[in-house]
């Protein structure tokens, strides 16, 4: 026997809807760079839904839109793998 989990919604009223559940993995890596006992610049690197799931907030209404003829999939799902890359250098000016 294989476990589901229990999936919770408001159905009074029509007002939601259940959608299938799903699992997100998100990884993330910062590292901070000191020269001469001083900041000089930090940088960060994130990958957002690694497995590239395809998702619904059961709480969306763009979820009963017309069908997608490329996906084949109906309503508008949340979205897909992101990576994200993140330089800071401070700047500090001496008046």
Excluded: C
């Amino acid at each position: 026997m294989r476990w589901q989990p229990k999936i919770i919604f408001f159905a009074g009223y029509e007002t939601e809807t259940a959608t299938k559940g799903y699992v997100l993995f998100n990884a993330g890596l910062g590292a901070e760079v000191k020269i001469a006992n001083k900041k000089r610049f930090s940088f960060n690197v994130g990958l957002q839904n690694i497995g590239d799931v395809g998702y619904q907030s059961h709480l969306s209404r763009l979820k009963y839109t017309a069908g997608n003829p490329v996906t084949g999939r109906v309503g508008v799902f949340n979205m897909g793998r992101n990576f994200t890359a993140r330089l800071i250098i401070p700047l500090e000016w001496k008046l």
